[in-house]
């Protein structure tokens, strides 16, 4: 059971602080209302009292309460559910004294304005909901322990459009950077970037399980990393894109220079693929060439549609 103290706790957790990890974008504070059908963000939130109110349908309370009424969630399970977070406070370990990574390339301005504080704690506790189930057991195929090693999670916007989130993290696990990917077939935007949040080379926590002379594969996008790593591998992945960045290209460059590893890769099956394969030659020129079979756009591909396990 929990305390006084324990209680009080979270009802001093910042009200917006906790909205925004319901997935409400809460701007000067005010947001759309979550309880009815808003279209001129009526709820309106007093960062001094710590609450919420709906000035049309009448909704308020404090942090516990936005949670039990938002999730639907007894008293019990809503405290649960916000003391599974760390305290947002900016003096939490790991942030104030870490030590930089030898990977963590300086000078990134891009991620000097992603708070990763912000949204830290929607990975602490991953949830799926069942259109990221879906998608990630269904129709990719996925490992479970590769979806809970990945921190994967989801929410769903005040348009009832579900996302999943994608964290990025650096080898440290510090929180550098995430992505929204729309879990609607077709809908667009398909994917959507909190402010700053730079997506670079995905997967970095996997380079300290490695051991000497192990394989690292690299993968384009995070779902071929996620089929890669459900397929039993190793991988990272560097952003989808037609050109590698430099940045990409030098932190490959330093993680070749730092372990003892090989690389391998299976390019997409088309022009840039193989374009993007001899690019990463350049900086790992060991790469080895991995053919995907005819009929395979990519490995994600290949793994879900699994005319064989490829490896196993
Ligand atoms: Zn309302």
């Keep these: 059971m929990m305390d006084r103290l324990e209680l009080q706790k979270l009802r001093d957790l910042p009200i917006e602080g906790v909205a925004e990890r319901l997935g409400l974008q ?106 990221a189930r879906k998608f990630l057991f269904d129709e990719r195929r996925l490992d479970p322990r590769v979806v809970r090693w990945c921190r994967l999670t989801s929410w769903k916007d005040k348009q009832g459009v579900p996302w999943l989130q994608i964290p990025y993290y650096d080898r440290e696990g510090k929180l550098i950077g995430l992505q929204n990917r729309n879990l609607i077939k077709g809908a667009l935007p398909r994917f959507r970037f909190p402010q700053g949040a730079e997506c670079s080379i995905y997967n970095l926590p ?26 039993g591998h190793k991988a990272i992945a560097i952003p989808s894109a037609t050109l590698l960045k430099r940045k990409d290209a030098e932190q490959l460059s330093i993680i070749n220079c730092q372990l003892s590893i090989k690389f391998a890769m299976y390019p997409d099956s088309d022009v840039p693929g193989e374009r993007l394969f001899l690019q990463l030659r350049e900086v790992l020129p060991m790469l080895e060439h991995h053919q995907l079979p005819v009929g395979c756009k990519d490995f994600s591909d290949y793994y879900t549609t699994q005319r064989v396990r490829p490896f196993v």
């Design 26 to 131: 809460v701007t000067r504070h005010k947001a759309l209302c979550p309880f009815h059908d808003d279209h001129h963000a009526s709820l309106s939130f007093s960062v001094h009292r710590n609450t919420y109110r709906c000035f049309v349908c009448g909704a308020s309370g404090g942090p516990i309460d936005l949670v039990m009424k938002y999730l639907n969630k007894g008293f019990r399970d809503a405290c649960r559910w916000l003391s599974l977070s760390p305290d947002p406070s900016p003096s939490r370990e790991g942030c104030a004294g870490a030590t930089k990574s030898p990977l963590y390339l300086e000078g990134d301005r891009g991620r000097l304005s992603f708070d990763a504080s912000r949204y830290e704690r929607f990975f602490e506790r991953p949830w799926l909901n069942d259109e």
């Design 206 to 231: 996997v380079l300290n399980l490695l051991k000497s002379g192990e394989t690292l594969w690299i993968t384009e996008g995070c779902s071929d990393c996620w089929a890669m790593l459900s397929a």
